[in-house]
């Protein structure tokens, strides 16, 4: 079932689920504090897509196009419609989140292809995703 | 390239859900909020059950908001925190004392300043303060509570330990006080916690 374009498909739904879900807190539960929309969620976000799309497809073809501009319209458009972002975010989201988004595909591709196959290989993509998760958060530690 | 359709669909199928959820549930987001808000402001003011926003002028950029009630005020804060604003509100009496103060919203570091959220033994030092708070300096340093709680009472003033590991968070968070009980008094807002790391 491999398709390059599933990766997007995937981000798209995962996004739409967390906003969906954030949209809903806000509403039933106004007093919570919902996590803010920055850099180690948007890495977040990013690595349970590749995840998804690893289990779903797994050895699919990226086209790195189809990835920059798919993403840029996900974290624009998505947001906006969930009344998390204002129309000055526009370009701010979609920026930000496909650059993010691309640079953790690259990542997480390229590590998920050479990793030896076998039995232990599903354990170790979830390890190169914790270790990109984790390695975001210290990186954006670092530029704020 | 037949697949493309794909990602379009999602991505304009979720946006045209993502809209239509949010406008359905428009008004109850605001009902709930403003019932939450209203239930909030009697909690941190006790005595008080009907609750005015006030119109102000004030020259601190850290109040954001003022309720007006009958025992004294609630009054929304904003402070610069060590990853982001943090939004705070603060009841204070008509005497100048604080009664009650909730965290709103923060984006600290999860188990460093976000513990101001939970941690009682920090916040519950503010409770009852007049204003002119600041973090106490230990000789070798800012003194922090980790488990037990240390209060040294100065001279025109009161100091509290900081958070452990969260001296930025802390200080937003007296700076937050100090402002709020400076309106109600009409006093002069203490810069002792204000500068970061000082």
Known sequence: ?144 | MRKIWMPVVAIVLSAAILLCVYNVLYDTRISNQQAELTGKLRELLPGSTEFVSESFVSEDACIQFVYRGETGFVIGTRARGYAGDIDMLIGVSSDGAVTGLQIRNMEETPGLGAEALTNVEFLSQLIYTTGDVAIAQSPTGVSAVSGATSVAETSGGKEIDALTGATVTSKAIVRSVNSAVAFVTGSSVSTAATSWGG
């Not at chain 1, 030896?116 to 995703?129: E, N, Q, Y």
């Open chain 1, 1 to 144: 079932m491999k398709n390059r374009f599933m990766l997007n498909t995937l981000l798209a739904i995962v996004v739409f689920v967390l906003l969906l879900c954030m949209m809903l807190l806000e509403v039933f539960l106004p007093a919570i504090i919902l996590p803010a929309i920055n850099i180690p969620l948007i890495v977040l976000i990013s690595l349970v897509a590749l995840l998804l799309d690893h289990l779903i497809a797994p050895g699919s073809r990226r086209s790195y196009v189809f990835i920059v501009i798919f993403s840029f319209v996900t974290f624009a458009v998505l947001p906006l419609m969930a009344g998390f972002a204002c129309v000055h975010d526009f370009w701010r989201y979609g920026v930000v989140g496909c650059a993010v988004f691309t640079a953790v595909t690259f990542l997480f591709s390229s590590a998920v292809h050479r990793l030896k196959t076998g039995p232990k290989a599903r354990a170790a993509v979830f390890a190169v995703a914790v270790g990109i998760f984790l390695a975001s958060q210290v990186f954006s530690g670092m530029i704020l």
